[in-house]
């Protein structure tokens, strides 16, 4: 059974930066793509970033470019997302998600296990 598990959230002033962790368990993970989503008070899940199976090739949010990094260490079956110069709308609850593919999609849909989520409050 597929499991993910996040952590790493948390209370930050805008402008200040925090780093999640993802744990995953449950089947190879160096197989398949890995993504991170986020979903804010009384809006749908979006896509944040991904990475493919090798964390050779990834993908961002427009809105993220340039201020946050998706990485993997296949070693330990583990996804990291560094988020610099977070901004107050950036408070989310946080999710980790995997693929059943190695190729990069930022379409929810196309993943199929999910974490718990990780709470990310920006203050002002």
């Known amino acids: 059974q597929v499991q993910l598990v996040e952590s790493g959230g948390g209370l930050v002033q805008a402008g200040g930066s925090l780093r999640l962790s993802c744990a995953a368990s449950g089947r190879t993970f160096s197989n398949y793509a890995m993504g991170w989503f986020r979903q804010a008070p009384g809006k749908e899940r979006e896509f944040v970033a991904a990475?493919?199976?090798?964390?050779?090739?990834?993908n961002y949010a427009d809105s993220v470019k340039g201020r946050f990094t998706i990485s993997r260490d296949n070693a330990k079956n583990m996804v990291y997302l560094q988020m610099n110069s977070l901004k107050p709308d950036e408070t989310a609850v946080y999710y980790c998600?995997?693929?059943?593919?190695?190729?990069?999609?930022?379409?929810?849909?196309?993943?199929?296990?999910w974490g718990q989520g990780t709470q990310v409050t920006v203050s002002s």
């Open positions: 998600a995997s693929r059943n593919s190695p190729k990069i999609v930022q379409y929810r849909d196309e993943y199929p296990y």
């Open positions: 990475i493919n199976w090798n964390g050779v090739g990834t």
